[in-house]
């Protein structure tokens, strides 16, 4: 079955980049998504990537795709006190654009 | 990013009690809405897709004569749970989708607690 997993915690310096990891195991899936959630509130769209896509950039996030891997990535650059929330990793499966969630990684930035 | 709305944003109401989550799409058409439960610190999880002015499709385990979905215009569905029980205290998270879109855009989400 559809499954999505992502490492739980991670801890960066303030100024330092950032990379979120995600694996997922649908090969049928057509997009791939980024969400950030901040305490106590909704989704936020970060970022998305086509399955034929091996790279997106958006200033500072950068989304690498390995296919064959099933390997997802989020690159935040120049990590901020504010990047501090639940990063999601989805994918898109089916044909009602149903998203399949990871479980989350806790970004935490200090100092 | 389109934007999704949710009310209320906080419940409080007593066991046996039945309460209802409006979402609403305030400027695009949602041909397809979502409804998540998210428990403290986990992920989503997909309760039910519905479609416009059809029957809502519930996810395995998810019982739909608890939680009962309309989706009655492209604007706007409702999500009632039936007979709250301590239980079905959750994040409760509505989100939306147009008809060509790949995007999904998501409210802000009703803290339900049930005593």
């Known amino acids: 079955g559809e499954d999505v997993e992502q490492s739980l915690f991670l801890s960066v310096r303030e100024g330092d980049s950032s990379v979120i990891n995600c694996t997922y195991t649908?090969?049928?899936?057509?997009?791939l998504y980024w969400y950030k959630q901040e305490p106590g509130a909704g989704l936020q769209l970060l970022t998305y990537?086509?399955?034929?896509?091996d790279m997106k950039q958006d200033q500072r996030l950068t989304v690498l795709l390995n296919k064959k891997d099933k390997h997802l990535s989020l690159r935040i650059a120049d990590t901020q006190t504010g990047d501090s929330a639940i990063y999601f990793c989805a994918e898109k499966s089916g044909g009602y654009n149903k998203l399949i969630f990871g479980a989350g990684t806790r970004l935490a930035v200090h100092p | 990013g389109a934007v999704v709305s949710q009310h209320p944003s906080r419940v409080i109401c007593k066991s046996g009690t039945s309460v209802k989550i409006e979402c609403r799409s305030l400027d695009f058409q949602a041909t397809t809405m979502f409804w998540y439960r998210q428990f403290p610190k986990q992920s989503l999880m997909l309760m039910a897709t519905?479609?416009?002015?059809?029957?809502?499709?519930?996810e395995q385990g998810v019982e739909k004569d608890k939680f009962l979905i309309n989706h009655a215009s492209l604007t706007l569905s409702t999500l009632t749970v039936t007979s709250a029980h301590p239980e079905d205290s959750s994040f409760y998270i509505c989100?939306?989708?147009?008809?060509?879109?790949?995007?999904?855009?998501f409210g802000p989400g009703t803290r339900l607690t049930v005593t």
């Open positions: 649908d090969s049928s899936s057509t997009y």
């Open positions: 990537i086509f399955s034929n896509m």
């Open positions: 989100s939306a989708a147009g008809d060509s879109t790949y995007e999904q855009y």
């Open positions: 519905s479609n416009e002015g059809s029957k809502a499709t519930y």
